[in-house]
């Protein structure tokens, strides 16, 4: 199973972001995705890969959800 967390990204420099998660910024990689982000994209993080590219709604939905389960503190 991957349990996988929801960020926007906010500086893109080559192959590394930095992605907000919450309260803190990230900084992950992202040749798994290649060209398809850009800085405002919300993409899924996981063992510090962007791992899949979301919009907003589904980033704010699995936020929530994170809540509720108490598997972050954002």
């Not at 930095?18 to 040749?31: A, D, K, W, Y």
Request: aromatic share 6%.
């Amino acid at each position: 199973m991957c349990v996988a967390i929801p960020g926007c990204i906010t500086q893109i420099e080559g192959k590394q972001a930095q992605v907000r998660v919450g309260q803190s910024t990230v900084s992950i990689r992202l040749e798994l995705l290649g060209d398809q982000v850009s800085v405002g994209d919300y993409v899924l993080v996981h063992a510090g890969f962007a791992i899949n590219k979301i919009d907003r709604q589904e980033a704010e939905e699995l936020e929530e959800l994170w809540r509720e389960l108490g598997g972050a503190s954002w």
